[in-house]
């Protein structure tokens, strides 16, 4: 009888064994998909149930320079020149407010543009806002109006009150670029006026706007068509101001889906940029492309956007079609 007992007791507790070893596995496999979620899983788990377009012709475009990457497992299916030099002008502007939406505490803190910020961006012609020497103005409108509007004042002005000076905070975007891994990037200065030594390649600006797309409130932002700030007291009315692709673009709807936000960006040397990104057939898309002609008074950045866009989602259909 006391035997029977103890081989009873042996077995309830390998079964209870059994119960919290499958429990533990189940844990560690929901915990391993909530990690690789951004590292590529819901790529695959999609890949499994859905086609999905891994490779695309991106030619044929104004663009010399092209990256399209999937925005969950930073997988590229198409590009021209990813790797190689470019100048990517207001672009520079995402690292500029990623870095300042991390470093700030407080989004409504008010911050003073100071007087000297002014003179060389008249000089330089660099593309401003619309806010004044003196003015106070809130962090959560320099950060829409760096990159909306693609506001230099705003970039400086951000600058100088989390890091003391645009050198120090310039400082701070090198290291995130090399923690997220921008490999052949280099900055000068928050804005992206031209300098030979401030660089980066079309991918490395596909892997920063995957990054920043991340956060809650830079992904608001750029997603943002117009934007209206608070009262400062030089704008008793604020100020409104609205987005530099959005406006260049008549319908973000795209064959399969739509173009969901993006920055612009142009120099002499760097020719027009744009990183945007979609959502095509389910799925979210990066694309970055520079150097397309600034001559012509045509948005070509933002026609080539929606060039491959379509033809991406004429991908993901025909495959949808085709497994149908």
Known sequence: MAARKRKKKKRTSKTKMLLCLMVEIIV??????????????????????????????????????????????????????????????????????????EELDDLEEKIMLDADIFPELYAGDATQAGFQAGEAVRAIDLLYGAILPSGAECCIGLADAIAGSEDAFVELMNKKAQKIGMENTHFCDTTGLHDPNHYSTAYDMAVLLKYAIRNDTFREIIETPRHSTGVTNIHPDGITYYSTMFK????????????????????????????????IGGREYILVTAGAPGNTGEPLHVQDAVTIYNRLGEAAQALTDKNA
């Open 28 to 101: 560690v496999l929901v915990l391993l998909v909530i990690i690789g979620w951004d590292y590529g899983v819901e790529d695959w788990l999609k890949e499994v149930t859905t086609p999905v377009v891994k490779e695309l012709d991106v030619g044929g475009v104004n663009s010399s320079h092209v990256v399209l990457m999937s925005a969950n497992g930073g997988k590229v299916i198409g590009e021209i020149n990813g790797e190689e030099q470019i100048y990517p002008a207001s672009l520079t502007k995402i690292m500029t407010v990623i870095v300042a939406i």
């Open 248 to 279: 260049n673009l008549n319908d973000p709807t795209v064959t399969e889906g739509k173009i969901l936000g993006g920055k612009t960006g142009y120099t002499n040397e760097a020719g027009l940029c744009l990183a945007s990104f979609a959502e």
